[in-house]
């Protein structure tokens, strides 16, 4: 059990551009989350999936944000046009699935810096 | 739609002290609980959940959290606290039986002095 694995760890990016960050889960966890994290704040929902099935997303996740997840196991989040207020952590967490008492696990994040 | 309260934003104890980070939530039912801690440049790790059964709750590095219904509270407490213990601390809720997102309060912010 290796943990959960964010990639890159660290974004900055300039106003406009398009950003795309990867998540590694637990193997053999079968759902896997996106959290965002701004200075201050707890952790939000973003989305999540089980399998490679996105079975919610959260009205925070606008049309310029996308994710994916194509074969179940990792997974990519897509920032495009960034903005300034997308800056912030950027959490994915992973958990077996395997019934109501399941619990997330979570990897070290990606921090993006949007200038 | 639920709420997680951490009343207190930084909180600061003497090593050795023992410690409460308060926890408040609005749920309709009885959530799923949680605490978790992160270090600086660490992710969240778990503490402790609480699903059904004894209200006080063991975790992980000597910690403990108490479910009381009747105060919609899941306070954490350790009795002698360390100075690697100094993090932020998240407490979160979950509904019931989904085990879906997770709902974070804005977390407590521990200082430890020696």
């Known amino acids: 059990d290796t943990g959960v694995s964010q990639d890159p760890r660290h974004k900055i990016t300039k106003r406009g551009q398009n950003v795309t960050f990867r998540c590694d889960p637990i193997s053999e966890h079968n759902r896997l989350y996106w959290y965002r994290q701004t200075l201050g704040q707890g952790p939000e929902f973003l989305t999540y999936f089980q399998n490679e099935a996105q079975l919610e997303k959260s009205r925070l996740l606008s049309d310029r944000f996308s994710a994916e997840r194509p074969k179940g196991s990792f997974s990519t989040l897509e920032i495009q046009r960034t903005e300034q207020g997308d800056s912030a952590m950027y959490l994915c967490a992973s958990s077996r699935g395997d019934g109501p008492t399941d619990t997330q696990y979570f990897g070290p994040g990606t921090r993006l810096t949007v200038l | 739609a639920q709420s997680v309260t951490q009343p207190d934003i930084h909180i600061t104890v003497s090593e050795g002290a023992s410690l409460e980070l308060r926890c408040n939530y609005s749920y309709g039912a009885t959530p799923y609980l949680f605490w978790y801690v992160q270090s600086p440049g660490q992710g969240l790790q778990l503490l402790l959940k609480?699903?059904?059964?004894?209200?006080l709750v063991q975790g992980i590095k000597g910690f403990e959290a108490e479910f009381k219904r009747s105060q919609s509270s899941f306070n954490l407490r350790k009795p002698s606290v360390h100075w690697s213990d100094a993090a932020e601390y998240f407490c979160a809720v979950g509904a019931p039986g989904t085990a879906s997102k997770l709902t974070f309060g804005t977390g407590t912010r521990l200082q430890v002095t020696l």
């Open positions: 609480y699903f059904s059964g004894d209200t």
